[in-house]
Each structure stands twice: as C-alpha cells, then as structure tokens.
C-alpha cells in the first residue's frame, strides 16, 4: 500500500519553513525520507525507526508517530538548494523493501 | 567509493527489441533493488535481489521482465520485446543490509522506445 504525501507541491520563499507529511495506512517498522532534482537520483536524507523518534540533519528535521503512522518533514529557514522533489518511503517489517509516496514538489524562490 | 554505477545512462531499443540494463552496487553492499519511475511520478519497486537470489519481484510484470544479480557482476534488469509503454527511467539502489540502511541510489537508465 503506497504512503499518502501531503502537499503535492509547495512554493516558499527563502528563509520560510515548510512540513511534508507521509501517513500510511498500514503500521511501519520504519520510514525514510529522501529527496530528487530534476533529472537526478533520490538522496537518501534520514530514517526513523519505530518508537516514535525524531531526527535532525542541519535544518532539515523529522518526526514519526508510530500510533498514528505518520512521519513529517521539517525544513526550516529554507534555502534554494532545498528545491526538489521530496519522497518518503516506507517499510513494513525491517526487509528494508520500500514503498515510495507519489512525492512532494517543493519550490524555493529567492 | 565510485557508488552504485548504472548503465547505459540512456537507451534507445525500437519496439520488440531487448533492454539490458546494468547496475553495480556501492562496495560492501549485497541488497539491491530495482525501481521505475514515470516522468513527474513517483518511484515504483519492481525487485528485490540478493547475491543470486531474488527476495521479491512482486512488483515486476511477470511477462517479459526478468532481474538477477549474479555472485560475480553487476545485477541486470532485462526487458524482453519492449513496448512503448516501458520507455521510463529505471533506478537501482542497494543497501548495506536491512533494517536500519538508508538506500543508496544510481542515476539511472533512462529508456526510450520508438
């Protein structure tokens, strides 16, 4: 069952923050985050294990709520290079086979 | 560390042609896997491959596709008689291991059928 990514595409100007969210319908043993460029291959960004953690990766942070099979993505203080296509993926049972969400197109305006 | 090398980068096969695409994983890694994607859509699994054994293909048309990853080489998508509807940039990505690994991915193989 494919994860549900919300917004489908956000604009933001420099220095704004933004959050995608990924729900699943299904529990997770884990969720990864990553992010595409045009043209280019997904860049791994962070994982999170169940049990609720939350990560850090420079401004770029993440959550997962284990009850509710939800993880999001904070991107604070945003910068042009945060541009791209960010997807999440998710797995159910530590085989590390990952479902990917349809993504979220986000655009950073000088 | 060269990362997981894909290639050809680009592939152009006239219908009913064969597509071979190559992948090999970063060092040290053993789990690799295959994904499609369409142009402004998402990342589709296809296959899951260990050293000479598929884990899971249930994500790979059972008709004309076929993966393996063999002790000695690089693992190989192959698309028998291509149709245009497989023109897609294909995507490997392996893994240390499972559990706690993020995916390392290729650049891809972006296929065109004419």
Redesign the interface.
């Known amino acids: 069952q494919q994860p549900v990514q919300s917004p489908q595409a956000v604009i933001l100007r420099e220095g704004e923050d933004a959050v995608i969210n990924c729900s699943s319908s299904k529990a997770l043993y884990s969720v990864h985050w990553y992010r595409q460029k045009h043209g280019e291959a997904p860049v791994f960004l962070m994982i999170l294990l169940k049990g609720g953690e939350q990560k850090g990766h420079d401004k770029i942070s993440a959550s997962f709520n284990e009850k509710k099979q939800q993880s999001s993505l904070y991107l604070t203080a945003s910068q042009l290079s945060y541009s791209g296509t960010y997807f999440c993926g998710t797995d159910l049972d530590s085989g590390n086979m990952l479902t990917f969400g349809g993504g979220t197109r986000l655009m950073v305006k000088p | 560390n060269a990362g997981v090398m894909q290639n050809p980068r680009h592939l152009v096969r006239r219908r009913g042609q064969e597509a071979r695409l190559r992948c090999s994983p970063m060092k040290g890694h053993s ?1 690799v ?1 295959w ?1 499609r994607q369409l142009p402004e ?5 296809m296959v ?1 491959l260990q050293k000479e054994n598929i ?2 293909e249930s994500g790979m048309p059972k008709e004309r596709f076929s993966a393996e990853f063999p002790k000695e080489g690089p693992s190989i998508l192959r698309i028998q008689q291509v149709v245009r509807g497989d023109s897609a940039a294909y ?1 490997c ?1 392996s ?1 240390l ?12 193989t972006r296929l065109t059928v004419v």
């Open positions: 789990h896997y994904y859509e998402g990342l589709k699994f899951y884990i899971d995507f990505a893994s291991a499972t559990g706690n690994y993020g995916y390392t991915f290729g650049s891809g």
